[in-house]
């Protein structure tokens, strides 16, 4: 009797372990790279992390790539981006409510090439989505275009 | 003076071999031909962005210059960006028997698309939310969609994809596609709608 009891919560124990895990961590994730081609790095606070596809970003996390590098990159908004080699793209702020549609995303391409098709957020509200560079504002009211930063 | 010839070479060089020091934005068509709008706002000028192949330059002198990019410049500048963009999300809808788990013999083949789509994607998230009709109450419907929405997940973890990239939920009869009364067995309420991304 009492060893079933132990199975049976071993087993919740167990259920809850697996279910709560990518839960949590999905709250935190704004995205998550798709492609990942030569070298591709996250920095984070202060620390490089290599990027595989799979890795999820958080909202203030910058995308490098060298040389030989580019990644695409899906937002839960179901924002595309994708970077060439040699770039710098810094995440300054995403947010969004799934039920509602309404957020904020703000990024910084301080060099190299991006291309992008915007999400949800775009489409909801139409001043919502910016990208910047050194030089320049881009006001995004979608949906489909390329940017390349000059240095 | 020679410190002005040194920046001046210099320059040259620079200018020469490394990329060009202006900012460049080029609008695209959609998949459908759609073409949305981008401002370009420089440290003086503006440039409105609303068709195909359309392009802002930043000058050096802080404006944006309008023009239009041919699709071999677009090419050249940005094809390894353009090879990384992700696969676009994808949805499916499979229909079920009434009352049950059991997929309808069109949604049995419709299946296929779906393993096809998972197969061809990196890495897959996917979502898988349930559906019923109007018949019954609440309690039984929203353990039916639940019900609906694993044999889904059950399938596709059979593919290999893991399970904590499956989310499921079931919304009963909630959000019927087709509204009808109460009681109504309707078949294009019984459902499960499926996004990969």
């Known amino acids: 009797m009492q060893s079933t009891r132990l199975i049976v919560l071993r087993r919740f124990l167990l259920m809850c372990a697996f279910t709560i895990a990518p839960i949590a961590s999905w709250a935190n994730d704004i995205a998550q790279f798709r492609v990942a081609r030569g070298s591709v790095y996250l920095e984070r606070s202060g620390q490089r992390l290599p990027a595989r596809v799979g890795t999820h970003l958080q909202a203030t996390d910058t995308v490098v790539t060298g040389a030989d590098g580019s990644a695409g990159i899906a937002f839960v908004d179901n924002s595309l981006l994708s970077v060439g080699p040699n770039s710098v793209l810094a995440i300054e702020r995403y947010a969004f409510n799934s039920t509602t549609h309404e957020g904020a995303f703000e990024s910084s391409l301080r060099k190299g090439t991006l291309s992008v098709v915007s999400g949800k957020i775009a489409k909801q509200s139409p001043d919502a989505m910016k990208v910047k560079t050194p030089s320049s504002i881009l006001g995004v009211r979608g949906t489909e275009f390329l940017v390349r930063s000059g240095d | ?197």
């Open chain 2, 1 to 197: 003076m020679r410190r002005h010839y040194a920046a001046l070479i210099a320059s040259l060089v620079l200018g020469g071999c490394a990329t060009p020091s202006q900012d460049l934005v080029v609008l695209l068509p959609d998949k459908e031909g759609k073409v949305g709008t981008v401002v370009v706002q420089g440290q003086k000028g503006k440039a409105v962005l609303n068709t195909a192949y359309a392009t802002a330059r930043t000058t050096t002198d802080g404006g944006v210059q309008r023009g239009t990019a041919s699709q071999s410049e677009v090419k050249d500048v940005f094809s390894s960006a353009l090879a990384a963009q992700p696969p676009r999300p994808v949805s499916f809808t499979l229909y079920f028997e009434s009352g049950n788990d059991e997929f309808t013999e069109q949604s049995k083949q419709e299946v296929k698309g779906l393993f096809a789509e998972v197969a061809r994607r990196q890495a897959p998230d996917i979502t898988v939310i349930g559906h019923t009709d109007l018949v019954g109450p609440d309690p039984s419907n929203d353990a039916l969609s639940l019900q609906r929405a694993e044999r889904v997940k059950s399938i596709l973890a059979g593919m290999g994809i893991p399970a904590e990239r499956i989310l499921t939920a079931g919304r009963g009869r909630r959000e019927p596609l087709f509204p009808t009364a109460d009681g109504v067995s309707e078949p294009r309420n019984r459902r499960v709608e499926i996004n990969v991304r």
